[in-house]
C-alpha cells in the first residue's frame, strides 16, 4: 500500500473468496539480494514482491556501491557489484533499526573490501533476537570483530578461511551467515547443526549458479568448498510459504474460499496436514493451492512449532485466530522464538479464551522451558470475536489481527497496519479483491 493511511476500519464477518498471488519468499529475496554482492557480474532476480523489506535491502546494497534497477519483467531487478564500495557511517546508519539483514553483508563485504560495518538491529520485536551465532560464525573464518556504541566493525586483514563450525541451534540467519562467507573463503567449511528451510535450499540453488560447491548431507550437515570467483545469477524466487500460509488460514476463519496462486504442496507439506486436521480442506492445484472452509465446526489441535521440516514459527500466528473458532482446547507451543504470543492480548480482548503459559506445554521440553518465557498457549473455543481497536504489534502478528478483525461480529479499527507492508505484498489490493469489507483511515 501507498502508506499514507497507517489504520484499516474493518467490518468482519464477510468470507473472503477469490485468488490472490503470492510472489518471491521474503525471507529468501532478501538474502539472494545479498548473495549479489559476492558475484564478479550483474545477476537477476525474479519474482522479487514489492514490499518494504525488500526496499530496506535495496538501499543498504545502493550505499555500497550495487546498482539496483528493475528489468523488463514485472518483479525483477538486476544487481549490479561491480563497483562495490565501502559506505559511508551514516549512509548504513540511516537504515539503523529497520531490518536485521545488514548482520548477513558481513561475509560478503569481508571478501570484497577486508571490512564492514553494521549498525544496531531491528526486524520485530518477538524476543531478543540476538546475533551471538553470527558473531560466532565469523570468528570462526577469522574476522576480527569491534563493538562500538554505533554498531559493530569487522575486519579480515588476512582474509577469511573455512572452518568447522557448529551451531548450538539451527538457526535459519547462522546458517545463511556461513553460506554466504564459506563459498568465497579459502579451503573447506563444514556446517554441522544448520537449518534446513526451503529458503535456504533455494539460497544454496543461487550460490551454485554462481559457482559455489555446497553439498547438503543428512542430519543437517552442510559441506562448502570454497572457491576463488563467483558470477552472477539469473533466478526465479521460491513462493512466500508464509504469505500463502496467511491467506489459508484467512480463508478458513472467515469461512470462506481462496485459490493461492503460486503455492506448493512441497514446501507446505507439514502446514497441508495441520490444516486438514483443523477441518480445512485443500486441492493442489497446476499453479497454486485452493484453501477452503467446508462447513461444519473446526476440530482443535495440538502443535508445537519448530524448524524445518517442523511447523513454522510464522504460521503460528495466523492459525491461532482459526483456533478460536475451533471446537474445545488447542495448544501451541512455541519453541522457536520465546516471546511470540504477544499479539493474543488483542484476541482476547475480541471475545477469544486464550491463556499463556511459561510451561512447555505441548509434548515436548524445549529450551525456553523453566526460563520464565510465555511460550505455551491454551486456546478454548468455540468463541465469537467481536470488533476492537487493535494496534499491530508485529508482521505475522498483525496479519493474524487482520485475520481477527475480518471474522469478528462489528467494526475494528486496526492500527499500525505499516508494519504489514514489510512481508505481505499489496495485502490492501488482495483484501479488496477476496471482496473484504474495510476502508482507511487515518
Ligand atoms: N538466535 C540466537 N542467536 C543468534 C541467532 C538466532 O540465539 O545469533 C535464536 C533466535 O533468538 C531464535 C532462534 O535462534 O530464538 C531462531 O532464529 P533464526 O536465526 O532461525 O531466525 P532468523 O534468521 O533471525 C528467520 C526469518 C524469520 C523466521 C525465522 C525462523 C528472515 C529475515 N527471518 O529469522 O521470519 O521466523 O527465520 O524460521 O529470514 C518473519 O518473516 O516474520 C520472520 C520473523
Known sequence: MGLHHDKIVINGGRPLRGRVDVRGAKNLVTKAMVAALLGESPSVLRDVPDISDVRVVKGLLEVHGVTVVAGDEDGELILDPVDVESAHFAAIDAHAGSSRIPILFCGPLLHRLGQAFIPDLGGCRIGDRPIDFHLDVLRNFGAVIEKLPSGIRMSAPDGLVGAKVSLPYPSVGATEQVLLTAVRAKGITELTGAAIEPEIMDLINILQKMGAIITVDTDRVIRIEGVDRLEGYTHRALFDRNEAASWAVAALATEGDIVVGGAKQAEMLTFLNIFRKVGGQFEILDDGI????????????????????????????????????????????????????????????????????????????CRFGRRNFDHSAVISGPSQLHGADIVVPDLRGGFSHLIAALTAEGTSTVSNVGIISRGYENFIMKLEALGADFHLAG
Not at 500466528?317 to 499479539?343: C, N
Open 290 to 365: 485452493r484453501f477452503w472452509h467446508p462447513g461444519g465446526d473446526l476440530k482443535p489441535v495440538v502443535i508445537e512449532t519448530d524448524v524445518h521440516p517442523g511447523f513454522m514459527t510464522d504460521w503460528q500466528q495466523p492459525l491461532v485466530v482459526a483456533l478460536t473458532k475451533a471446537q474445545g482446547v488447542s495448544i501451541v507451543h512455541e519453541t522457536v522464538y520465546e516471546q511470540r504470543f504477544g499479539f493474543v492480548d488483542a484476541l482476547i480482548e475480541m471475545g477469544a479464551t486464550i491463556q499463556i503459559h511459561k510451561e512447555c506445554l505441548g509434548g515436548h521440553a
